[in-house]
T-cell receptor, first 110, second 112 residues
Framework: GQSLEQPSEVTAVEGAIVQINCTYQTSGFYGLSWYQQHDGGAPTFLSYNALDGLEETGRFSSFLSRSDSYGYLLLQELQMKDSASYFCAVKGQAGTALIFGKGTTLSVSS | DAGVTQSPTHLIKTRGQQVTLRCSPISGHKSVSWYQQVLGQGPQFIFQYYEKEERGRGNFPDRFSARQFPNYSSELNVNALLLGDSALYLC???????????FGPGTRLLVL
């Protein structure tokens, strides 16, 4: 079967750095995406990794290691508005569905 | 540019009824995917359409059906509603079937 594992909750304080890990088990690999979702809102696309290495977009970075079936999302200079759920999602092969993890709830406190 | 739009935003139905949810993709996007998200879980894939053809279907019963129109908008239909169908239904569009998906705000369905 196909599955993604990520921590259910992470807490941090403003200004800190937090890393959200994602391990996946899929038949094939086409890319790893990260989405942010605030309560009741639409998932918002954050980043995409198809190849090994680090992708940086402002305060957010995403890393992928295909040999370890592992990726992470790194959030720097945390702000209160970063409190949300973060989902990793994998497409196993071209033409197949995007499979989501159960999400990680990030709580940022002052 | 307008993002993905969905209607209605909220809906209350009773068991056994039928519901139709609508989605308009981002201009220029030809692929639409539908997801069901229950509280505390990640979105679960229901359907993907590209150029009006069904490209994929998730593990949902035949009560769920969808279609895509020539203008690339899409409808999701659910028949014989069950209490367990209560969820946030999300539509996502992408330029092509394997490109980054952008989500709409969702339709929150409550089945009583």
């Amino acid at each position: 079967g196909q599955s993604l594992e990520q921590p259910s909750e992470v807490t941090a304080v403003e200004g800190a750095i937090v890393q959200i890990n994602c391990t996946y088990q899929t038949s094939g690999f086409y890319g790893l995406s990260w989405y942010q979702q605030h309560d009741g809102g639409a998932p918002t696309f954050l980043s995409y990794n198809a190849l090994d290495g680090l992708e940086e977009t402002g305060r957010f970075s995403s890393f992928l290691s295909r040999s370890d079936s592992y990726g992470y999302l790194l959030l720097q200079e945390l702000q209160m508005k970063d409190s949300a759920s973060y989902f990793c999602a994998v497409k196993g092969q071209a033409g197949t569905a995007l499979i989501f993890g159960k999400g990680t709830t990030l709580s940022v406190s002052s | 540019d307008a993002g993905v739009t969905q209607s209605p935003t909220h809906l209350i139905k009773t068991r056994g009824q039928q519901v139709t949810l609508r989605c308009s993709p981002i201009s220029g996007h030809k692929s639409v995917s539908w997801y069901q998200q229950v509280l505390g879980q990640g979105p679960q894939f229901i359907f993907q359409y590209y150029e009006k053809e069904e490209r994929g279907r998730g593990n949902f019963p035949d009560r769920f059906s969808a279609r895509q129109f020539p203008n690339y908008s899409s409808e999701l239909n659910v028949n014989a509603l069950l209490l367990g169908d209560s969820a946030l239904y999300l539509c996502a569009s992408s330029p092509g079937p394997d490109e980054t998906q952008y989500f709409g705000p969702g339709t929150r369905l409550l089945v009583l």
